[in-house]
């Protein structure tokens, strides 16, 4: 199974980046998918997740309003949309996926990397002011 995150560059502030990550090895149209991000000396945080099956969604706090994760189950593709980008934005970001399917979990666990056992190898976005 392997996640394969592309999309990251260089952008300035008020830019917009779209992140995709395509799965390959199984499907993953009924599992609990998400984003996570990571920038140095910071530990990883939870950016954006979906329920197993798509109809729920869930933000950082930080990103609620700018950032948009869909998945294109035809594709096994999950995306994340970023408009309006900040510096603070800036990060490697990695896309994750839960090994179990239509799993009904709380909003925490959603957040929580312990969740996700299968990882993406990243994709760094920078943000200049």
């Known amino acids: 199974v392997q996640l394969q995150a592309c999309g990251g560059g260089l952008v300035q502030a008020g830019d917009s980046l779209r992140l995709s990550c395509a799965a390959s090895g199984r499907t993953f149209s009924q599992s609990v998918m998400g984003w996570f991000r990571q920038a140095p000396g910071k530990e990883r945080e939870f950016v954006a997740a979906?329920?197993?099956?798509?109809?729920?969604?869930y933000y950082a706090k930080s990103v609620e309003g700018r950032f948009t994760i869909s998945r294109d189950n035809a594709k096994n593709t999950l995306y994340l949309q970023m408009n309006s980008l900040k510096p603070e934005d800036a990060a490697n970001y990695f896309c994750?996926?839960?090994?179990?399917?239509?799993?009904?979990?709380?909003?925490?666990?959603?957040?929580?990397?312990?969740?996700?056992?299968?990882w993406g190898q990243g994709t760094q976005v920078t943000v200049s002011s």
């Open positions: 994750a996926a839960d090994r179990e399917s239509r799993r009904t979990y709380t909003r925490a666990t959603h957040y929580t990397r312990g969740t996700y056992h299968y």
């Open positions: 979906l329920s197993y099956s798509g109809s729920i969604t």
